[in-house]
């Protein structure tokens, strides 16, 4: 008989390929790295190596307007329900509240506070982090502004023929 523990996790139906050598098995849905194998043969076990799943990848990422809220991020690797506890989503260092798995493995979301700008993103899912050169978070431009009449004349008084808008301060 063979049987196989990634961590804590049974590796479902292993089939010997080669004797002595090689066996498949089907893993369970998990996340992180360096997770022990131990193989068990006639009842004489071994820990011979590690095993790590993917780390997350982020395929799209959300803005959100200049006040803050909901963030969604697309991707893979990002775990299921079982493993919210162990995901970080940090946006410009800052961490992102409230993670929820809104699709096991495929979608997360969280909340994350006011500002302007782009961010570099580094999510990671029980200590496997995904590439930070890749990902990277803005928030959606201004919408609707308009000048009251005030500002209007404030600005035909200090004999400005023309205002060109520029980006908000954080």
Same mark, same amino acid.
């Given at each position: 008989?063979?049987?196989?523990?990634?961590?804590?996790?049974?590796? $479902?139906?292993?089939?010997?390929?080669?004797?002595?050598?090689?066996? #498949?098995?089907?893993?369970?849905?998990?996340?992180?790295?360096?997770?022990?194998?131990?193989?068990?043969?006639? +009842?004489?076990?071994?820990?011979?190596?590690?095993?790590?799943?993917?780390?997350?990848?982020?395929?799209?990422?959300?803005?959100?307007?200049?006040? =803050?809220?909901?963030?969604?991020?697309? =991707?893979?690797?990002? =775990?299921?329900?079982?493993?919210?506890?162990?995901?970080?989503?940090?946006?410009? +260092?800052?961490?992102? #509240? $409230?993670?929820?798995?809104? #699709?096991?493995?495929?979608?997360?979301?969280?909340?994350?506070?006011? +500002?302007?700008?782009?961010?570099? *993103?580094?999510?990671?899912?029980?200590?496997?982090?995904?590439?930070?050169?890749?990902?990277?978070?803005?928030?959606?431009?201004?919408?609707?502004?308009?000048?009251?009449?005030?500002?209007?004349?404030?600005?035909?008084?200090?004999? *400005?023929?023309?205002? #060109?808008?520029?980006?908000? $301060?954080?």
């Amino acid at each position: 008989t063979v049987s196989v523990l990634v961590g804590s996790l049974p590796c $479902a139906s292993p089939t010997i390929i080669v004797p002595h050598t090689t066996l #498949t098995c089907i893993l369970p849905s998990g996340a992180g790295g360096n997770h022990r194998v131990n193989l068990t043969v006639q +009842g004489q076990s071994n820990i011979a190596t590690t095993f790590s799943y993917n780390a997350p990848i982020i395929s799209s990422i959300s803005s959100i307007p200049t006040e =803050g809220g909901l963030v969604t991020f697309i =991707g893979s690797n990002f =775990g299921s329900t079982n493993f919210t506890s162990k995901i970080s989503i940090l946006i410009g +260092g800052v961490e992102c #509240t $409230a993670v929820t798995v809104v #699709t096991p493995h495929t979608s997360l979301s969280c909340y994350y506070l006011a +500002g302007t700008g782009t961010r570099n *993103v580094v999510l990671s899912v029980a200590s496997l982090s995904s590439q930070t050169t890749s990902a990277t978070f803005s928030y959606s431009p201004p919408s609707n502004v308009t000048f009251s009449s005030y500002a209007a004349m404030a600005v035909r008084k200090a004999g *400005v023929s023309s205002v #060109t808008p520029s980006p908000l $301060a954080p």
